[in-house]
């Protein structure tokens, strides 16, 4: 049955890996064998160096990798991708039925499950948490839920960035094992995104009591509620211990309730900005590994005998460019010029590890709605100067917004990245303004939802094998971050979206990639591919191309 549904809605092809990247994590304490558990030893802890400090862990507001990765281990969706792959496995269902017009889910779950408070895991609290999403009020908490907005496009009363009518209808808990979602319009989305972290399904008891839906905005910057930064309640092989801030410090212990039970103690992630800092760390020992180190550190770090694990790549960096501040970027010549006059060649040869490629649109090469066929944009600074003399622009100033404090998938050194792509563009003689901000101290809430940049550095990491989840993503609705309003293209994307599975739908999204490509509403720069180390005692861990690498089977050597 599982394998029919699959084959019927299509999404989820295998990315064409070449086995599962299997390596293990040593940790810092004695451990004892478990010869039950495939010979892999148990207890014990392990430290993780990351790039950044997570925002929140109630992953309802948050589309952050640094607190997504903290999450995964707390919290179960629905249904997951199996480890090193987009496919989908059973979650806490273990079986998914759509209905012949696919806009009724029924969800078979599992049995005998409960939240890490005690209290059980059943339809009812499954309902709990989509009706939660589809009745949060607030422009603040509305404005915070990205991923909701993108798949399920309207609440029940619009009060942030979501204008759209509802795809959410209601959810029905048959019985204690079977719920069932009922939505408004079919989409091709499902049901792929029922993976995504977004949508994990938390205590309604630990929801309620730390009044999760409680988003605060001051200023520029937004706020949440204790729920998300102290007490997130899941049903996962990890239990949320502490957030030491001062400390830089994530602490996650074994939930040994859970039917995916942890070999590991505890599970400590420890943000280490700087790159070089991470890469000391490991090799002092006083971590196990880290994520993104630099492709220029690669062959060091096999010397070392650490493992460097490259990832599939499943993700791209753009140049995003705000049409509502400056009019000359409302220009078409202006936004092409953009394209012309960057060396996507040299900074991809120079700056990216190995397999990286120039982006040529917005979707990767290994998705279905890919084509070749599309308007490029080469290497050209005289072409670039033209367009922009064209559209009386010669003179353009543009304030240039990039992060700090942070490594991406997409983009392991933001401030190389940004000085390469800024002397590009001072070349063909465009004045750059440069802002810098913190990933989490205000970039994101400032690009994606204040819209103070003219353009940003940017980019995307799969949730699933679907041309929509970048493209539909991006631009399928009115967006801050890039500030343009184009009817045509938004329903061209919807659709795509809901076009029939196979040819038909891949079709569709070309012709779209095609449109996009046109229009320029960003520069796509990157397809990298991203990498984690480790160290060479470890074992159980499965890199993943979507970033969704789970800590419960790691043990040590």
């Known amino acids: 049955m599982q394998q029919l549904r699959l084959t019927r809605t299509r999404r989820i092809a295998l990315i064409g890996l070449t086995g599962a990247l299997a390596v293990s994590l040593s940790a810092c304490a004695d451990s004892k064998r478990d010869e039950g558990a495939g010979g892999g030893a148990t207890g014990g802890t392990m430290i993780f160096g990351t790039a950044g400090n997570p925002k929140t862990f109630d992953p309802t507001f948050t589309d952050e990798g640094e607190s997504l990765r903290v999450v995964r281990q707390i919290e179960d969706t629905l249904i997951q991708n199996k480890p090193g792959t987009a496919d989908l496995e059973a979650s806490l269902a273990e079986k998914w039925e759509p ?66 009518a509802p795809v959410y209808k209601s959810c029905e808990a048959k019985d204690d094992g079977t719920a069932v979602v009922n939505l408004n319009k079919a989409k091709g989305v499902f049901p792929a995104a029922f993976t995504l972290p977004a949508f994990s399904i938390q205590s309604p008891d630990a929801l309620k009591k730390y009044t999760a839906d409680t988003v605060t905005k001051s200023g520029d910057s937004f706020s949440y509620s204790e729920y998300g930064t102290k007490h997130p309640v899941g049903t996962g092989p990890f239990k949320f211990e502490s957030w030491d801030t001062a400390k830089g410090e994530i602490t996650l212990v074994r939930n040994d309730a859970s039917a995916n039970k942890a070999k590991l103690d505890k599970l400590i992630f420890k943000v280490i900005p700087d790159e070089n800092a ?77 397999g990286s490629e120039v982006a040529t649109e917005f979707v990767p090469k290994s998705i279905a709605g890919y084509t070749d066929d599309v308007t490029k944009y080469p290497y050209d600074p005289e072409k670039a100067k033209q367009l922009l003399a064209q559209a009386g622009a010669s003179d353009l100033t543009l304030k240039f917004y990039y992060p700090t404090e942070i490594s991406r998938p997409y983009m392991p050194n933001p401030a190389d990245t940004f000085t390469a792509i800024s002397e590009d563009l001072k070349k063909i003689g465009i004045k750059i303004d440069a802002v810098a901000e913190p990933w989490n101290g205000g970039y994101k809430d400032d690009v994606q939802k204040n819209g103070k940049q003219d353009i940003h550095l940017l980019g995307w990491t799969g949730d699933y094998n679907d041309a929509g989840n970048f493209i539909g993503t991006f631009f399928g609705r009115k967006k801050t971050e890039f500030g343009f309003d184009n009817p045509a293209l938004f329903t061209a994307l919807s659709g795509a979206d809901a076009a029939a599975a196979g040819d038909a739908h891949a079709k569709a999204y070309q012709d779209v990639n095609k449109q996009i490509m046109e229009f320029m509403p960003a520069v796509p720069i990157a397809y990298p591919t991203p990498a984690l180390v480790v160290s060479s005692k470890v074992k159980g861990l499965v890199a993943s191309p979507l970033t969704d690498e789970r800590f419960n089977t790691v043990s040590m050597g």
Request: with cysteine; aromatic share 14%; proline share 3%.
């Open 99 to 164: 209905s012949n017009d696919a806009k009724t889910w029924t969800f078979s779950l599992k049995k005998g499950v409960t939240f890490q408070d005690g209290t059980p895991f059943d339809a009812k609290a499954v309902c709990f948490n989509f009706d939660r999403w589809y009745n949060m009020k607030g422009a603040a908490a509305q404005s915070q839920m990205i991923y909701y907005g993108d798949v399920f496009e309207g609440f029940a009363k619009n009060e942030g960035d979501a204008g759209g």
């Open 278 to 354: 991470r890469k000391q760390a490991l090799k002092a020992g006083e971590i196990q590994g880290y994520d993104y180190p630099s492709p220029g550190d690669y062959g060091l770090l096999r010397n070392d005998g650490q493992q460097v694990l490259i990832r599939p790549s499943f993700n791209l960096l753009y140049l995003g460019i705000n049409q509502s501040g400056n009019p000359k970027l409302k220009d078409v010549r202006v936004r092409q010029a953009l394209a012309y006059g960057i060396n996507r060649e040299q900074y991809v040869k120079s700056k990216l590890a190995e």
